[in-house]
RNA sequence: GUGAUUGUAGCUCAGCUGGUUAGAGCGCUGGUUUGUGGAUCCAGAGGCCGCCGGUUCGAACCCGGUCUUUCACCCCA
């Protein structure tokens, strides 16, 4: 007989991390819902060819592989062998487990380009799978929660994400969290400023890590990337720089005079603020940080990260702009923005955050007990009568000693048990212990409904 | 992918520099109670000490490998 066990970084969910979860979900759904998005799904596997190239060297690494089916190694010579693992792969694998969502939805996009209704707003939820090592907060199987726009460039998709994750967050009682918000245009134009045109990828790396590893140490990493000595010094006041929302944006204003896409860049960013205060919203928990680089390679504009305050747990939430996400599978000039609640993530905040509200772990609210034969008989009469008024109502399926009848229904955190012996057969009625008072009285069906509704 | 770390009863963990039949608490089963759960008391069941190999007269303990857990790096939700 062999131990059961689960593949490294997969987990189960029992009824109670079920109904939690579920929770979560209900609450993001709704809200996507509340901003007009629309739901899809797509398939977890994909042609490896949709998915290969989109997320960088890295991102192709962590991708699952399926193996063909049937004999799989058919296609494979010794030459392809002796040329390596890459050479091997397209040989034996055409398929692949999703990464995200945002691929597979731009594929969608694309083959769906004449059905669809432009600007296109959909949400989606489901698994994505990811060959990382675990470590808390971080698994090889995760729901992600998307919600994208494509086929418009206004910026008041940009306000209402913030309003969606303020709303998400708000009725899940999480309060201490910031949405960190920058634009890829104005880490190009810091980049410009400096004089170190097109190296903003490596900026956005380094810098990503400033609150991490400190000033001195991104420094280090710059000059090893080959940023100039004189960049650098260009670039201090800025990392230093520490002041509210409009002293933010009026310093950028000034540093990045010589940039054009800066520039467009705080533009867009003030544009946005004032849609949010047209709609009658604050800035609250809205932070504007410069330094905030995501690394996928695709946003273009407006970027987004969530954190929660006082968790050990990477952010929750995040997302962007992209001009061109459909462009590489031929579908050119889309526009799209959008973003992603990791529920696992907001799980794990929740939890220890303890916020949780207090739930039995059943919704059963009434359990039917009984001695004999006779009583069960009798029983199964009145579980239809209770059902039927709307309660939530089971009945102990096989026959037992009624302390293991009651033990049942106090472990499941049932909050009533009706007993049917035979002084309620004779009266036609039930006995209904309430088990949080152990207050117990003889009642008719139609009291005991009333009690326990 | 790199570097650490963990694994003993269902759960949380003890187990001395390697030495007889591997322990505790909680939980579980039964009883105390033949119409009543949560408390008390009594009794009982339950372990290839992650897996494979090596060293040794002898391994839960030492060594190697492997899987798993957790963590840092990389990257990310």
Same mark, same amino acid.
Request: hydrophobic share 35%.
């Given at each position: ?7 490294k970084g997969t *987990?189960?969910?029992?009824p ?6 579920t929770y979560?979900l ?12 629309q ?8 042609n490896l060819?949709?998915?290969t ?9 962590? %991708? ?5 089916s049937?004999?799989f190694?058919?296609?494979?010579? #010794? ?6 693992s890459a ?11 999703r990464?995200?969502? #945002? ?5 969608y996009?694309v083959?769906n380009r004449?059905?669809? #209704? ?5 949400f989606q ?16 199987e ?9 086929? #418009?460039?206004?910026?008041?998709? /940009?306000?209402?994400?913030i309003l969606m994750i303020?709303?998400?967050f ?13 634009? *890829?245009?104005?880490?190009?134009g ?5 004089g170190?045109?097109?190296k903003?990828g490596p ?8 609150d991490k ?6 420094k /280090?990493?710059?000059?090893? *990337? ?6 650098l010094d260009?670039?201090a006041?800025l990392v230093a ?12 204003r ?12 705080v ?18 928990h ?8 995501r690394? %996928?390679?695709y ?6 990260e969530?954190?929660v305050?006082?968790v ?9 702009r ?8 031929g579908?050119s ?8 609640f990791?529920?696992?993530?907001l799980?794990?905040?929740?939890? /220890?955050?303890d916020?949780?509200?207090a ?7 009434l ?7 006779s009583?069960?008989?009798?029983a ?5 009568q209770? *059902? ?5 109502t ?19 955190g049932?909050?009533f048990?009706g007993?049917?012996?035979?002084d309620e057969?004779?009266?036609?009625g ?8 152990? /207050? ?14």
């Amino acid at each position: 007989m062999q131990k059961p066990s689960l593949p490294k970084g997969t *987990r189960d969910f029992g009824p109670l991390q079920m109904a939690r979860r579920t929770y979560i979900l209900d609450t993001i759904k709704d809200t996507f819902q509340l901003f007009g998005y629309q739901q899809i799904e797509t398939p977890a596997m994909e042609n490896l060819s949709t998915l290969t190239g989109k997320y960088g060297d890295e991102g192709d690494q962590l %991708l699952f592989k399926i193996l063909n089916s049937g004999d799989f190694i058919k296609d494979v010579s #010794t030459l392809d062998l002796e040329k390596g693992s890459a050479s091997v792969l397209n040989k034996v694998s055409e398929k692949g487990l999703r990464y995200d969502l #945002t691929v597979p939805f731009a594929r969608y996009v694309v083959m769906n380009r004449n059905e669809l #209704t432009f600007p296109f707003k959909r949400f989606q939820i489901q698994p994505v799978w990811r060959a990382d090592r675990p470590q808390k907060g971080r698994y090889r199987e995760f729901y992600q929660c998307d919600a994208d726009v494509v086929g #418009t460039d206004g910026l008041v998709c /940009e306000a209402e994400i913030i309003l969606m994750i303020r709303r998400v967050f708000e009725k899940l009682s999480l309060d201490d969290y910031s949405i960190k918000i920058n634009n *890829r245009k104005i880490l190009t134009g810091i980049s410009e400023a400096i004089g170190e045109e097109g190296k903003e990828g490596p900026l956005c790396v380094a810098i990503d890590k400033l609150d991490k590893i400190g000033w001195e140490k991104v420094k /280090e990493e710059l000059t090893l *990337r080959g940023f100039g000595e004189e960049s650098l010094d260009k670039l201090a006041p800025l990392v230093a720089l520490e002041s509210d929302l409009t002293g933010k944006i009026g310093f950028l204003r000034q540093f990045l005079k010589t940039s054009e896409t800066g520039l467009k860049g705080v533009e867009e960013l003030e544009q946005t603020f004032e849609i949010l205060s047209q709609m009658g919203e604050n800035l609250d928990h809205i932070d504007f940080d410069i330094m905030l680089a995501r690394g %996928l390679s695709y946003y273009t504009g407006a970027i987004f990260e969530v954190k929660v305050h006082h968790v050990a747990i990477g952010s929750v939430s995040g997302g962007g702009r992209y001009d061109n996400l459909t462009g590489v599978f031929g579908l050119s000039g889309v526009s799209g923005v959008g973003f992603s609640f990791g529920v696992d993530r907001l799980y794990d905040v929740m939890e /220890e955050l303890d916020l949780f509200p207090a739930e039995s772990h059943t919704s059963t609210r009434l359990l039917l007990t009984y001695f004999d034969q006779s009583g069960f008989q009798y029983a199964l009469g009145l579980l239809n009568q209770f *059902r039927k008024a709307g309660i939530k109502t089971e009945i102990y399926p096989n026959q037992a000693k009624i302390q293991k009848q009651f033990d049942f229904a106090n472990k499941k955190g049932i909050p009533f048990v009706g007993v049917c012996g035979g002084d309620e057969i004779l009266s036609g009625g039930v006995s209904v212990k309430n088990m949080g008072s152990g /207050e117990q009285q003889k009642l008719s069906v139609n009291e005991a409904i009333k009690l326990v509704c």
